[in-house]
DNA sequence: TAGGCCATCTGGTCCT
DNA sequence: AGGACCAGATGGCCTA
């Protein structure tokens, strides 16, 4: 935007009593105006920005040559900015700024004595000077604005590998195929919601209701990917089979209920490095990589179970509807508790074993919440800590194989958010 | 070639 | 003051 047309906008907005940008009073886009002015046709964004290289700066650099975290841009040991003395970028030294910054400072001075740089004797207005940009602090700014780029690129690096570890632990990893992370966030959501399913119901459900679970929501192809890698065909209507009718055997419910990992990658993938991922403590607590469970196995003694659920308030009961009042039909004893209630604090203890607990229930303590924070192991650890109730442990921890693997899921979409 | 996806830069805002 | 977080802008890569 122009000197003019700030201006221009400015006054307009002033005669109208309004803003021109939202939370940008019209004086202050003056003055801004003349800020920009003032800093001599140095903008900070756009293809003429020093801050940015000209041309190709993102993807090319880290795609084809991978920048080193924290290194220093190529471009900016030979981009000088605007109007800048290109000496100065020969002599970078610190000395050489604090000497700026005080001759700097001394000017500053001597003008606030001598009422204003013309000199007139009239005294300065404080909120009306301007700092002049000096090589020092431009270089200031610079070396701010490089360690910033920094942060947030780590920041997103890290958010993007929570997104890969909740890619592993979704089914359908495809290998040829990565799944976006928009599509991943909708398919974790729906595989949350699936299971949720299934232990609500204790009882085998449909192959094709499931993957139908799965596929809410998601785009064509990355649904038709889901039921190829699911070794279904994806049919949006139609008959619903029984999966018996339709798969018969158990093999089929293994590769519906079982995430990849934990098929192929058991103990090896990023939740076999211990921390808060929480596989790694299903794998080697199920026997060290074995696969997971067979799903009948949770199924029966669910269904032997007292109902423990409470369904999902049926206002918003489609996956399909985001943002909206969406949580997993399956609030068990307080294990779950997405987005109704909201992560709660301990109620003034830990679990047995030390570990801080959250979300669940803990056999002992009756109301401790565990399991969903850190996976698994967690409630686990709740479990085995309490040696008097043994035929409730078995079931319990028998029934945890399920739990844990939802808890999982769980986990690395609460990681992928907290991120 | 258009559109989707992504990485990065950037400035603003909020919090410690 | 400095860092985290956020959203907008930009441009590259890939695929239909």
Redesign the pocket.
Known sequence: MSLQEMVFLSVSAALDGSSVTP?LKASDMLTSALAERTLESTP????D????PS??????????QP?EPGGR?EWLGHTPGPGRDRQHDRVPDGAREAEEEEEEEQEEEQEEEDGGPEGDGLPRRRGLRRRRVTQARWDRVRL??????????N???GL?HALDALRRAVPCPSRTQ??????TLRLARNYIWALSEVLSAGKRPDLLAFVQTLCRGL?QPTASLVAGCLQLSARPSGPEPRVEAAFPGRATFDTVYTPYRFRHDAGTGPCASGGHEGGSSVSSAEGGGRPFPAYSAFCGLAATYQPFYERASPECSSPTCDGGALSPPLHYHGIFSLKHEGPSEPEGHSDPDGTRCRFGTCRRFGTCRCAAASGGAALRRCAAADAHVPYDVQLREQFLTAQDQLNIVQDQFYTAFQ?
């Open positions: 939370g900070t964004r756009g293809p920005s020093p801050f940015r041309g190709a700066h993102c993807k090319v650099s880290t795609k084809s920048r841009p701010r604005r490089i360690e910033a780029n920094t942060r947030e690129r920041r997103m690096h993007n990565k799944l976006s992370k928009i599509e785009s991120q």
